[in-house]
């Protein structure tokens, strides 16, 4: 496809659950990020890979939180035992770092809510 | 630590006017500042990016200009339409880095 995909767009789970939410970047963009948009907060950062170097992390509210870039494309946001805090926007993007301009590309996000 | 704010919260416009929406952030030392929309529902589009070397850019009807020195950016945006009804974010970033995000102007274009 054109743009960012994310799947999937919903998902409703019971606190203690794990769950995985995938991205799949523009093909040929570099860099990747997850945000997370909650109700009546901002958008905040969790987690940044470019290319081969080690991801940013810095953004990880809490251990529960990993995610992993297979291949350089396709990425996955793992959180472990939900929390109902954890409910939220999860939004993902990508940019093409070789141009120097860096614009980010988001995808449409995958609306997580805990039960 | 950055922080961005935007101002106002929320805007009601009548169709037609012009506004602009203000975007301002705590450390100049930024490498872009995007701005972008979200309409209720749905993922970010971005509409205009500036560079740090830059002063403004501009599509369409929408004018984004950036003052590193003093910390601020403003949209402009021509001739409101209802169409232009959304949730517009400002979000700066430093090389190597995420963006970090004001929380949004809400705008409401009345017909």
């Known amino acids: 496809g054109a743009g960012v995909s994310q799947s999937p767009s919903n998902k409703v789970t019971e606190k203690g659950k794990d769950v995985e939410l995938r991205c799949d970047p523009i093909?040929?963009?570099?860099?990747l990020y997850w945000y997370r948009q909650s109700l009546g907060q901002g958008l905040e950062f969790l987690i940044y890979?470019?290319?081969?170097?080690?991801?940013?992390k810095s953004g990880l509210p809490s251990d529960r939180f990993s995610a992993e870039r297979t291949g350089g494309s396709v990425s996955t946001l793992t959180i472990q035992r939900t929390q109902q805090e954890d409910s939220a926007v999860y939004l993902c993007?990508?940019?093409?770092?070789?141009?120097?301009?860096?614009?980010?590309?988001f995808g449409p996000g995958t609306r997580l809510t805990v039960l | 630590k950055q922080e961005v704010t935007q101002i106002p919260a929320a805007l009601s416009v009548p169709e037609g006017e012009n506004l602009v929406l203000n975007c301002s952030f705590t450390?100049?030392?930024?490498?872009?500042l995007q701005w972008f929309r979200q309409d209720p529902g749905k993922g970010l589009t971005s509409l205009l990016l500036?560079?740090?070397?830059?002063r403004e850019q501009t599509s369409g009807r929408l004018n984004a200009s950036l003052d590193k020195s003093s910390g601020r950016s403003t949209l402009y945006i021509a001739a409101s339409q209802p169409g232009d009804s959304a949730t517009y974010l400002c979000?700066?970033?430093?090389?190597?880095?995420?963006?970090?995000f004001g929380k949004g102007t809400t705008l409401s274009v009345s017909s």
């Open positions: 993007a990508s940019s093409f770092r070789g141009s120097g301009v860096n614009e980010q590309f």
């Open positions: 093909s040929g963009h570099t860099a």
């Open positions: 890979f470019q290319g081969n170097s080690a991801p940013d």
């Open positions: 450390d100049s030392a930024i490498y872009n």
């Open positions: 500036i560079q740090s070397s830059q």
């Open positions: 979000a700066v970033r430093r090389a190597g880095t995420a963006l970090i």
